[in-house]
């Protein structure tokens, strides 16, 4: 049974309910567990991995459903349209400019959001991942931060089964419907690092405990072991944003119209 929401909707996220909904009933199949330890009102930070560009929307279908209205840390690149950024502006997301100076001012309005009472979904990963198996990844330090700032609660959440409606980077396959898994575990205990507040060391400590608790959540999702060491793409040579295939894409769709013109 849907949670009644904890704020009205407005008109921008009414429009995003009457798109995206009606697309997620059509194309998944969604078992949601452990829902209740999302809170139903005040400030938190949901925490979330991310394996496919299609998740924001499925998290969100979970979010919604249990009462809250997600608000995003998200690419500022989906800011770039003018009407798109109109949208996402008036339904509280917030853009954040990625390996740049500037992401500190997503950090501000992500605290501003919480202190506020808002849900605040993060993908610590930054962005999807680049493990081979899409285990998390490393994680990235700003919904520490956040959490060390606020005080809030901070929610792990582990999701499976959306990559094979949109594979990362690759082209969807809507149907037949796909079955999504999310598990939403317990607030995390970070109570010990809250007095120094977010300094380096605590932050990095509370991110070890989030991306170890969202990889604990996804491996009883897929029943099986995470790789002991998390992939890091700065230490792999892999790019951290956009298409980490993309160059390669490139050169073989290059060598092989060449090979069809005879070259």
Request: aromatic share 6%.
């Amino acid at each position: 049974m849907r949670r009644r929401l904890d704020r009205p909707r407005g008109w921008a996220f009414t429009l995003g309910v009457a798109i995206v909904k009606p697309l997620m009933l059509a194309t998944t199949r969604r078992t949601w567990l452990g829902g209740e330890n999302i809170p139903a009102t005040g400030g938190c930070v949901l925490v979330v991995n991310h394996v496919s560009h299609a998740d924001p929307l499925t998290t969100a279908h979970l979010v919604y459903d249990h009462g809250r209205l997600p608000r995003y840390l998200a690419k500022s690149g989906l800011f770039d349209n003018g009407l798109l950024a109109y949208f996402l502006r008036s339904a509280g997301q917030i853009p954040v400019k990625r390996l740049s100076t500037e992401a500190g001012s997503a950090y501000d309005a992500a605290v501003a959001a919480v202190r506020a009472g808002e849900c605040v979904v993060v993908y610590p990963e930054g962005t999807i991942t680049r493990d081979p198996d899409l285990w998390p990844m490393t994680g990235r330090t700003g919904a520490a931060r956040i959490a060390l700032t606020t005080g809030c609660p901070v929610i792990p959440v582990a999701h499976w089964g959306v990559q094979d409606l949109l594979p990362p980077y690759g082209r969807p396959r809507p149907f037949p419907r796909k079955r999504v898994t999310y598990r939403v575990g317990p607030p995390l205990a970070l109570d010990d690092l809250l007095a120094d507040g977010p300094t380096p060391a605590a932050t990095r400590a509370a991110t070890d405990r989030i991306m170890a608790a969202i990889t604990g959540l996804l491996e009883e999702l897929r029943g099986g072991s995470a790789p002991a060491r998390r992939f890091d793409p700065r230490s792999s040579g892999v790019r951290e944003i956009g298409n980490p295939n993309r160059r390669r894409t490139t050169q073989h769709r290059t060598r092989h119209k060449k090979g069809r013109r005879g070259e």
